[in-house]
């Protein structure tokens, strides 16, 4: 699938506020296919969403654990499926966590060949919206793995393993439970925006220059005409760099709740990775984004996007959640902190793979802009309130750099190793940026 891009628009660089709305009331949940050849998609949308019941596999019909009839593994074998490019693991409550392994391997589509096994991240109930928030507590929640990209594909198998009982370190007879309902989601981003007029051009370079243009973008970025005049106004507000659309994306908006809620200011912006896998081509990464769109929100039942910006291997930054890019829209990335701040996620697995120096560009230029509009010092330090559900109990106050990682917050991998281990130097070139240095 090609992504293109294709909308005209220019936002204000205004860091205008909102007082929250009431969130409308989650869509009720369409009934989901029973597991079949090609079981039918949930709905007419563009794209699709294939959703199957795991079963025990071989000898875990024994059962383990607390739970009557709980099985040790559950999975599917090798099957035929409709075409998909994005795989998740979802159960019924999102509560619970899983405590095990998911691996799948697919079949490409191109040349029917199989993929190894590949590990799908389990710990994902970290991201999500605040306890006691409606998005928190809505009904239609599910507990998910992270999503995992794969490319076009049209056949699956899967495994899912629960890991054995310990204390103290002493292994135990038996295996920790595996969350109820779990079912694979098979995801299809959709064919892409329909291009701009004009004439086509070559797929994007392997690392874009700093503020390049996407190509057949250049009407389907927020420009940066108004950052110079902003910045003189304004000290320490970084340029405001290129950001496509979630219409240039292909954002599908029936899908999402309707209404907008925000924040109060964003003080903190807390830097992720999506977990999904770098085996992506940059002009696929709007298919990588509508993926994820429809698995936070069709899968996992979250009211939109949860991240607020997205970042992909090449730099190019994108529009996350709805809402406007100038304001403090409220997201569903850092669970327990997601009041006054604001989510980045860099599209891919940075756990033993070293972040492009093009990430850090963008995720430097990005806050020194998005941080600048509320007066906040990149390189500084900022106080907020848990809203539990994290390492910290809720009503405690958690002093964060300005420019955080996801584990900061709560015990996660999350946004990997090595680029965890970049933050620093973000953070001192986004100050660069605000021309504080």
């Known amino acids: 699938m090609r992504a293109s891009i294709a909308s005209t628009i220019a936002a204000a660089c205004a860091a205008a506020l909102a007082l929250p709305v009431t969130l409308a009331a989650p869509a009720t949940a369409t009934a989901r296919p029973a597991a079949a050849a090609f ?35 559950l999975g599917l074998t090798r099957r035929d499926v409709r075409p998909f490019s994005l795989v998740g693991v979802v159960w019924d409550d999102p509560a619970v966590p899983l405590h095990g392994t998911v691996q799948v391997r697919t079949r490409a589509t191109a040349d029917g060949a199989w993929s190894p096994w590949q590990d799908v991240e389990t710990h ?28 076009d594909s049209d056949g699956v198998e899967i495994r899912v393993r629960a890991e054995e009982r310990t204390t103290d370190g002493a292994t135990e007879e038996g295996t920790t439970p ?6 694979l989601e098979l995801v299809d981003p959709g064919e892409p ?4 007029p004009g004439p086509r051009t070559a797929a994007l370079p392997a690392v874009l220059p700093d503020a390049a243009v996407l190509p057949d973008a250049k009407t389907a970025v927020l420009t940066e005409a108004e950052a110079a005049g ?71 039942g979250w009211r939109d996007f949860g991240y607020n910006f997205a970042v992909d291997k090449c730099g190019n930054i994108y529009e996350g959640r709805a809402g406007g890019v100038t304001k403090p829209v409220l997201g569903a990335h850092t669970l327990g902190f997601n009041t006054d701040s604001m989510g980045v996620a860099v599209l891919g697995t940075f756990t033993s793979t070293t972040p492009p120096a093009a990430v850090l560009t963008a995720v430097a230029r990005l806050t020194a802009w998005k941080l600048g509009l509320h007066g906040v010092d990149p390189e500084g330090t900022q106080t907020l309130v848990s809203g539990g559900g994290n390492l910290y109990k809720k009503g405690q106050k958690v002093k964060f750099h300005t420019i955080a990682g996801h584990r900061d917050g709560y015990a996660t991998e999350c946004p990997g190793g090595r680029l965890y281990s970049k933050l620093g130097a973000a953070r001192a070139s986004s100050a660069k940026y605000q021309g504080r240095s």
């Open 39 to 73: 079981p039918p998609a949930r709905d007419e949308l563009p794209g699709s969403t294939q959703s199957l019941p795991l079963r025990p596999l071989g000898a875990s019909v024994r059962t383990f654990g607390t739970e009557p009839g709980a099985a040790s593994e």
């Open 124 to 151: 994902h109930t970290e991201h999500g919206a605040d306890p006691g928030t409606a998005e928190g507590s809505a009904r239609a929640l599910r507990g998910s793995t992270a999503p995992l990209w794969v490319g």
């Open 178 to 183: 595996l969350p109820a309902g779990l079912r």
């Open 193 to 196: 925006p329909d291009p701009a």
């Open 230 to 300: 902003s910045a003189a106004q304004k000290p320490y507000i970084g340029p405001r760099p290129k950001i496509v659309t979630r219409k240039g994306w292909g954002a599908d908006e029936s899908i999402r709740e309707k209404a907008f809620v925000y924040t109060r200011t964003i003080k903190t912006a807390f830097v992720h990775h999506s977990a999904t896998g770098n085996n992506y081509t940059c002009g696929e990464a709007p298919s990588v984004l509508r993926s994820i769109y429809r698995y936070h929100v069709k899968s996992s």
